[in-house]
């Protein structure tokens, strides 16, 4: 239990904290609770195709249909590797488009040619771009502590690889073993 003078104090200095005044610590903040989703606990993430994800799902059960608890722990494994190197696949190309463009503020593009411009982009490429890879790309890029954003999720790519595979060998194994009984 804290104290009357106490609860005041807390009240007063609560009314100092009111977050950012800027339009760009506004922005910034707004974001502030976005991640990568590379480790999420739900398979599709804000921003997702759940469209796409169901029909990972569907063809997954086909290829690999589900006849015991095993089976079905095993498959959805399969199911969230899956989805999750999909989603690795976005994050690095968002990764790469967002370098890109900040290297092509910073640079004159008459000199370099061969790098993509924003403005070469239509505005509907601009906003799939944006909304389907930046915001995660960002996330991952901060989460990554100015380390090699690109050797971080390559490390994740081979790890999520290896999983699907074994978990495929998993489903392959425990399937071989019940038509044996």
């Known amino acids: 239990m804290i104290s009357n003078k106490q609860m005041l104090a807390n009240r007063k200095n609560a009314k100092k904290s009111t977050g950012p005044k800027s339009d760009i610590g506004k922005k910034k903040s707004s974001i502030n609770s976005i991640k990568h989703g590379l480790t999420c606990e739900k398979y599709v993430a804000i921003g997702e195709d759940k469209a796409e994800f169901l029909e990972l799902k569907e063809k997954a059960l086909k290829q690999f249909p589900v006849f015991d608890l095993k089976s079905e722990i ?12 999909r989603r690795y696949q976005k994050i690095e190309t968002g ?5 890109s463009l900040d290297y092509n503020q910073k640079t004159n593009l008459s000199e370099k040619s061969y790098y993509l411009d924003s403005s070469e ?3 509907s490429h601009q906003k799939i771009l944006t909304r389907a890879g930046e915001l995660t790309s ?15 999720i390559n490390t994740i790519d ?3 690889f290896s999983r699907l595979r074994l978990s495929i060998q998993d489903y392959e194994n425990h399937a071989k073993a ?3 009984k």
């Open 178 to 180: 019940r038509r044996k």
């Open 138 to 152: 960002v996330a991952f890029m901060r989460d990554s502590n100015s380390s090699s954003a690109f050797l971080k």
């Open 74 to 85: 095993i498959v959805r494994k399969i199911i969230q590797y899956e989805w999750a190197l």
């Open 158 to 160: 081979g790890r999520l």
């Open 95 to 99: 990764i790469f488009s967002r370098e």
């Open 121 to 123: 982009l239509s505005s």
